[in-house]
């Protein structure tokens, strides 16, 4: 049976003690956008008449959803990405009030710094024509005004700055919970260290999943939300999908006096600083050429960290870097740097997929689980999910994001 319980006040997942044989939906992922999506089809009334099935290979979150910084943002190059992301923004804000848990949302904001002119100037651009119309405008600020607002930075060198204050942070593992237990009191069954090895066609139509030591439970719809799992899961569909593995690391300091509010990047490189609530100080850069590119999540090289540290050094003098851990993880990249949601026509029925976030997915899951909802349960596209299809890639309707950080 899936549930809740309370435990000294807190709420805890009962998950799943036996799988079913057969459901309606299966989810195949339990991160970001997985969980996310049962979280909507619980809230929209759907886990009612529907038997909703989750199932994660590992804990839930093990992939890229606890391998992040935990912010959202909503400024975004293209405007597509602008709005999705100001509407997830929303649901994020209510997940508090929706769920009983505590995601611990900070709006401390993101502040820019630019190199060059010209790249400040693409920014200015930028907000008048996409994020000024949407109600979003950032603040531009001289290195004399960083200076006095963010006394502890040190901006040198840098010749101007934008601070979108509508951004900020939410606690990934925190946010994840409430979610799914928010689903598994609504009846839907989630079930961790739990493997989808197949889906099951038949006659051009998806007929279930092989799950690993327990056979198959039948089901019309399937949606793959597995990371960078979904391209393997899809290939042995004969189903090509232009996803990209991009490796990328964090580290993490002990915890000092909560100063640095705002998360702070650099954007010619997209290398960032900031601190959680608890005051950990999270950093990173991009890798420098000659850098390993393998997946291994417990391979990181003292010269990343050392590159990184004097980032963090330049920008934070004051900062004392006592590591506590260091981790890789991914970015689940799509060609245009935009996610894909929905079906192909040319999929096998019933088949369906969230993937591909570049870096944005626990930022954009609240609203994409909601519109893939919506769309496996009722069979309608909405607007805001119409440019995300994944036939856009061979029509030529990409969405070009150039706003990545990391």
């Given amino acids: 049976m899936s549930g809740e319980e309370t435990m000294h006040g807190l709420p805890r997942i009962r998950f799943a003690d036996k799988l079913p044989d057969r459901a309606d939906i299966v989810i195949i992922g339990g991160g970001a956008a997985g969980i ?14 529907h038997r909703v099935v989750v199932l994660e290979r590992g804990y839930l979150g093990r992939g890229s959803a606890t391998r992040n910084a935990g912010r959202f943002r909503i400024h975004f190059f293209s405007k597509e990405n602008a709005r999705f992301a100001l509407e997830s923004r929303k649901r994020i804000l209510e997940l508090p009030h929706v769920t ?50 963010f006394p502890l930075l040190n901006p040198e060198g840098y010749a101007g700055a934008a601070f979108g204050p509508q951004n900020g942070s939410v606690h990934h593992d925190y946010m994840i919970i409430g979610e799914a237990t928010y689903a598994a009191s609504k009846g839907v069954i989630i079930a961790p260290f739990t493997e989808a090895e197949e889906i099951v066609v038949e006659a051009s139509r998806v007929k279930g999943v092989r799950v690993k030591g327990h056979g198959t ?60 609530p608890k005051g950990e100080i999270i950093a990173t850069m991009k890798y420098a050429p000659g850098e390993p590119e393998t997946m291994d999540f417990g ?32 970015y689940n990249v799509s060609p245009d740097h935009s996610h894909i949601l929905g079906r192909d026509p040319e999929w096998p029925q019933g088949l369906y997929v969230a993937t591909g976030f570049s870096g944005h997915g626990l930022m954009m899951s609240p609203y994409a689980g909601e519109l893939v909802a919506i769309n496996m349960v009722e069979d309608k596209v909405h607007p805001d999910m119409e440019p995300y299809l994944p036939t856009r890639f061979r029509e030529g309707r990409l969405i070009h994001e150039g706003l990545v950080i990391g």
């Fill in 36 to 49: 996310a999506t049962a979280y909507a089809m619980a809230r929209l009334g759907y886990s009612e008449s």
């Fill in 100 to 149: 009983g848990v505590n995601p611990v949302i900070t709006l401390g904001g993101y502040l820019w710094l630019f190199q060059r002119e010209e790249t400040l100037e693409a920014f200015r651009r930028t907000n008048e024509e996409i994020w000024r119309p949407l109600g979003a405008p950032v603040e531009f600020m001289s290195v004399e005004e960083v200076r006095e607002r």
């Fill in 217 to 276: 439970i039948e089901a019309d719809k399937v949606l793959v939300a597995a990371g960078i799992w979904t391209k393997t899961l899809l290939e042995r569909m004969r189903i090509e999908l232009p996803l990209k593995p991009v490796r990328k690391s964090l580290f993490v300091t002990e915890p000092y006096k909560f100063t640095l509010k705002p998360f702070v990047t650099e954007f010619e490189t997209g290398s960032y600083v900031c601190q959680t």
């Fill in 299 to 330: 391979s990181v090289s003292l010269r990343w960290i050392a590159a990184t540290a004097r980032f963090v050094k330049k920008l934070v003098p004051w900062a004392r870097l006592d590591l506590m851990r260091v981790w890789s993880g991914h």
